[in-house]
């Protein structure tokens, strides 16, 4: 893992200290299917996109496979130490990917693309439901026509049953952590309290964020979606063509413009 000692403190913001450490969590998630699963929905829409936005594109992980299966990508999202992990990962690979710092509320990309993606949880990040009918609003201006847009959200049975009211733990020789969530059942928000223990040197030191997301329904985002004129809009239960069941952790939403 990289020294990062320059940048100290303790309670941060969300996804500043994690960023460094998110791949290492995150290594078990195959990138790879994921990205094969984006594949085949171009595929389902007999559709071959060309220029590709990733909204909270993270460390890049999706976005520099993109890069490298051919697509033109741009990765955009609010914390630049994620897009840092990301820059320097597509520098290492080889790739060419544009990535930007940008709150997807206030998007500012090309117009006419051809496909804009939002995936592992970016939308449950916006946690009301003006902000998230603009973004949805946004998003539909900048595809040229035909386009998809195509995101992901935890479910609510996720949010509420799965994460919200347990904690998690895990310890590896550098890195420790304990998340702990709450589910707000009234404002439908989940908290998750993360304490991390990072290596420098012989000492761990200690850092906490907060990271908060909104449960919404698959009818709530239908609702939204109903009021922009897209000519298709599916949903499945990720990583499949089929409906989402009550029991869906991640559902999956396609439009098409
Ligand atoms: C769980 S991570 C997912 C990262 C990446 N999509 C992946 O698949 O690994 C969620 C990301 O959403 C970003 N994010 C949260 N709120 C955002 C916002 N308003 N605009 C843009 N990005 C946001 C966070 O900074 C974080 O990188």
Redesign the pocket.
Known sequence: MKNYANIRGDRME??SRF?YV?DML?ED?D?EG?VDYVESIFHRYETKPKNIA??????G??SNLLAFRGYHVIG????ED?LSVAQEKAVDLGMQVVYLH????EMMLPNELDCIL?????IN??LHDDDLQNVFQSVYEHLKRGGLFIFDISSYYKLSHILGKNTFAENYRDVSYIWENYFDEEKRICDFDLTLFIREGKLYRKYTENHRQRAYTEDEILGMLGKIPYRKIETFDAFTFHPPAGESERIYFVCQK
Not at 54 to 59: D, F, I, K, V
Not at 118 to 122: I, Y
């Open positions: 969300a996804y960023a998110y995150m998630v990138y994921w990733e909204l909270a594109c993270g460390t992980n999706i955009t999202d609010l914390s994620m940008q709150d997807m509320r939002c995936v592992c949880d970016g990040y916006i």
